[in-house]
């Protein structure tokens, strides 16, 4: 006798671009639902040698740019796809906007948001790493707390050769890069006292960031103020129009929850 019950559709399955605290944080709240929400799959680029890794299922390298992130989504039948990448890793947010257009796939942008100035504070926003280098030779920088990780070191490595750079990041950094230079490995969130130490132990004069917003690495911004330290901070770049936006994990739930 011929079945007559319907197939079962397969279940919805969430392509999270990750490598971000928000985008672990939206995988483990996914985990923690009862079962039968989405299957997860957060895809990590590899820059990291020993990252922090979330629940559900994990990918580690790219995927040979938007078709290649087009060709994905289709053969992994994905459902929904949410952009939760670092605010400065531009590309692959106009791939994901390119490949969820082809694949006809959702698309939402997990991005925390920028830091704004406050009372005290002496920022000098720039455009690019090459534009804060030239900044800390106006501002007649002596002793550098350079926390932007530990790619485009080389912007640092020309002129201003008595600079000396103490240079933060996961890894190690890799030449080119700063002939005076001390790296500290370290990974956040770092606390207010933590950083307050940090400027007091390296007698640092100009702290150098990228706009990564966020509480984990923000204490820096709160020690430098306190120290009357100026800062130097890179812009974001653009990210692609018409993209809808959220700020928190828990913005982005709900805008899933449109798509079970």
């Known amino acids: 006798m011929a079945s007559t019950e319907e197939p079962l559709s397969p279940p919805p399955h969430l392509l999270i671009l990750g490598g971000t605290t928000e985008a672990r ?3 483990e709240a996914l985990d923690a639902r009862p079962r039968g929400g989405p299957r997860v799959t957060t895809s990590l680029a590899g820059r990291v040698a020993r990252p922090t890794l979330p629940p559900g299922g994990v990918r580690i390298g790219g995927f040979g740019g938007p078709e290649g992130l087009a060709d994905w ?3 992994h039948r994905v459902t929904a796809l949410i952009d939760a990448t670092h605010p400065f890793a531009g590309t692959i947010s106009f791939n994901a906007a390119r490949a969820a257009a082809s694949a006809h796939v959702p698309l939402l942008a997990l ?3 920028s830091w704004t100035p406050v009372g005290g504070d002496n920022w000098h926003g720039v455009g690019s790493l090459e534009e804060a280098a030239d900044a800390l030779t106006t501002l007649g920088a002596r002793r550098v707390f350079l926390t932007t990780g530990r790619t485009g070191l080389s912007a640092f490595a020309g002129p ?8 933060r990041s996961v890894d190690a950094p890799e030449p080119p890069y700063p002939a005076r230079m001390e790296s500290l490995l ?3 969130p770092f606390t207010l006292d933590g950083e307050r130490e940090v400027l007091r132990r390296y007698t640092i004069d100009v702290v150098v960031t ?3 917003g966020g509480a984990a690495t923000a204490p820096k911004l709160t020690a430098a103020r306190e120290a009357g330290l100026p800062v130097v901070v890179v812009r974001r770049p653009p990210v692609p129009e018409g993209v809808t936006e959220v700020a928190t994990p828990a ?3 709900a805008w899933l929850d449109r798509y079970e």
């Open 25 to 27: 944080r939206l995988a």
């Open 73 to 75: 989504l289709r053969a």
């Open 111 to 113: 991005r925390r948001p």
């Open 160 to 167: 201003g050769a008595g600079t000396w750079f103490l240079v």
């Open 186 to 188: 370290d990974r956040g």
């Open 210 to 212: 990228k706009d990564s």
């Open 251 to 253: 913005e982005a739930l």
